[in-house]
């Protein structure tokens, strides 16, 4: 049984909007802090943006800082990005992730510090 699963991918044109969803299948408490990657064609994984379960403070990349929006259901266990003004280069397989091992906030954006991983949704923004 998948721990976590994403959802809501799809192909948009430059300027839509996509939300994504991640459902985890039960909250054990390796997400207290839930982070979105992306990996697009022979490019490494990327974290985007990444949310405290329990404040709900978020971190973002500069690359989608003000478009991109990360946010936590706590009751559905469940983890949401909406994405507005999408361009071409956000194109990309999208992941959920969760179990960070990173000590350093500045760490949550390296792929290698989370243990838990969706099977991803893939993003496609035609120009």
């Known amino acids: 049984v998948q721990a976590q699963m994403e959802s809501g991918g799809g192909s948009v044109q430059h300027g839509g909007s996509l939300r994504l969803s991640c459902v985890f299948s039960s909250y054990t408490g390796a997400e207290w802090f839930m982070t979105w990657f992306r990996q697009a064609p022979g490019k490494e994984r990327e974290g985007v943006a990444g949310i405290w379960r329990g404040s709900g403070d978020t971190l973002y990349d500069d690359s989608v800082e003000g478009r991109f929006t990360i946010s936590r259901d706590n009751a559905k266990n469940t983890l949401y990005l909406q994405m507005d003004n999408l361009k071409a280069e956000d194109t990309a397989m999208y992941y959920c992730?969760?179990?960070?091992?990173?000590?350093?906030?500045?760490?949550?954006?390296?792929?290698?510090?989370?243990?838990?991983w969706g099977q991803g949704t893939q993003v496609t923004v035609s120009s």
């Open positions: 992730a969760a179990g960070p091992t990173f000590t350093t906030t500045a760490d949550w954006a390296r792929a290698d510090k989370y243990r838990r």
